[in-house]
């Protein structure tokens, strides 16, 4: 069993295609065939189910997909290891965060990052946080910029807190509201509003918070990307809270601030079981302890 054909199979299995398998690892397809063929008759199974419309794993496929992942990460790690013993960093930098993080230049950190690695290969995931915090437990993401309420705390993973922050509220700028000085809970209550799904984190600050003064509210607009959302405040469709920092950076709204308001922790979490040295060298670019008072 070789590495490349562990490669192999990951591609297929996530392009579900033996072409577009075989122009990813720039290799022809005949050849990408023959290796996985190979692989098929060592481990005496077949890995996927071909047909002339579609390519799916079967259930050994499925069982073998996990560990291939983690042999592949494995190796690439052991590279990134050799590089930093003597002063290169190379590997991977997956980064994952919140579309409305405000507490770090993101797109600013990851150009200067690129310009001083630039053997490291950079990707980037964007979600929500509780599913971006398991991915960085699970090793698919290094690091992880994470919105949360303060009743919460990131689970399973080192964190260093970046900021807090107070949500305000978001109004067009034709709203009535949008002439108001200051808000509270109760007469936002009033309003139809625009909020993440229910259930997860960036929603559940202001759940709790109008839970916790006795209020109601109707979400009539629920969506799961943090500009979008503030596209539809723009156009009168309903209000929302967020987090002052990310509204600053908003055109075509109005923001309000509200005495009652909820606040939002920024957190920067990664692995506890081991950084890679591209993680390292993200981390202290950020300027983030992570020595044992980092948690």
Same mark, same amino acid.
């Given at each position: 069993?070789?590495?490349?054909?562990? @490669?192999?199979?990951?591609?297929?299995?996530?392009?579900? $295609?033996?072409?577009?398998?075989?122009? @990813?690892?720039?290799?022809?397809?005949?050849?990408?065939?023959?290796?996985?063929?190979?692989?098929?008759?060592?481990?005496?199974?077949?890995?996927?189910?071909?047909?002339?419309?579609?390519?799916?794993? *079967?259930?050994?496929?499925?069982?073998?997909?996990?560990?291939?992942?983690?042999?592949?990460?494995?190796?690439?790690? =052991?590279?990134?290891?050799?590089?930093?013993?003597?002063?290169?960093?190379?590997? +991977?930098?997956?980064?994952?965060?919140?579309? $409305?993080?405000?507490?770090?230049?993101?797109?600013?950190?990851?150009?200067?990052?690129? +310009?001083? &690695?630039?053997?490291? %290969?950079?990707?980037?995931?964007?979600? !929500?946080?509780?599913?971006?915090?398991?991915?960085?437990?699970?090793?698919?993401?290094?690091?992880?910029?994470?919105?949360?309420? *303060?009743?919460? +705390?990131?689970?399973?993973?080192?964190?260093?807190?970046?900021? +807090?922050? %107070?949500?305000?509220?978001?109004?067009?700028?034709?709203?009535?509201?949008?002439?108001?000085?200051?808000?509270?809970?109760?007469?936002?209550? @009033?309003?139809?509003?625009?909020?993440?799904?229910?259930? *997860?984190?960036?929603?559940?600050? /202001?759940?709790? =918070?109008? #839970?916790? !003064?006795?209020?109601?509210?109707?979400?009539?607009?629920?969506?799961?990307?943090?500009?979008?959302?503030?596209?539809?405040?723009?156009?009168?469709?309903?209000?929302?809270?967020?987090?002052?920092? &990310?509204? $600053?950076?908003? #055109?075509?709204?109005? $923001?309000?601030?509200?005495?009652?308001?909820?606040? @939002?922790?920024? &957190?920067?979490?990664? /692995?506890?079981?081991? %950084? *890679?040295?591209? =993680?390292?060298?993200?981390?202290?670019?950020?300027?983030?302890?992570?020595?044992?008072? #980092?948690?």
């Amino acid at each position: 069993m070789e590495l490349q054909q562990m @490669r192999y199979v990951v591609a297929v299995a996530e392009t579900n $295609s033996f072409t577009r398998a075989a122009e @990813r690892c720039l290799v022809v397809q005949s050849a990408l065939s023959h290796q996985i063929a190979r692989l098929e008759k060592e481990l005496g199974a077949r890995l996927f189910e071909r047909t002339s419309r579609r390519v799916r794993l *079967t259930p050994a496929g499925a069982a073998f997909l996990p560990a291939a992942r983690q042999c592949l990460e494995a190796a690439e790690r =052991a590279v990134a290891e050799v590089a930093a013993a003597v002063g290169e960093v190379r590997g +991977r930098l997956a980064v994952g965060l919140i579309p $409305s993080v405000a507490a770090v230049d993101v797109p600013s950190a990851l150009r200067t990052f690129h +310009r001083q &690695y630039p053997h490291v %290969r950079i990707s980037l995931r964007v979600g !929500a946080s509780e599913e971006l915090g398991e991915q960085v437990e699970g090793g698919a993401l290094d690091v992880a910029f994470l919105g949360l309420a *303060t009743t919460a +705390r990131p689970a399973g993973v080192a964190a260093f807190e970046l900021a +807090r922050d %107070r949500l305000v509220a978001v109004v067009a700028p034709d709203h009535p509201l949008a002439r108001e000085s200051a808000l509270d809970l109760r007469r936002l209550s @009033r309003e139809v509003f625009v909020d993440l799904p229910a259930g *997860t984190a960036g929603r559940l600050q /202001s759940d709790q =918070a109008f #839970a916790a !003064a006795g209020l109601g509210r109707d979400v009539a607009f629920e969506v799961t990307n943090a500009d979008f959302l503030a596209r539809l405040v723009g156009q009168g469709l309903g209000v929302a809270l967020l987090p002052a920092g &990310y509204v $600053s950076q908003l #055109a075509g709204v109005a $923001s309000v601030p509200v005495t009652d308001a909820p606040t @939002r922790v920024e &957190y920067l979490v990664w /692995s506890r079981s081991g %950084r *890679t040295p591209a =993680a390292t060298a993200f981390l202290d670019l950020i300027g983030v302890p992570t020595g044992p008072g #980092a948690r």
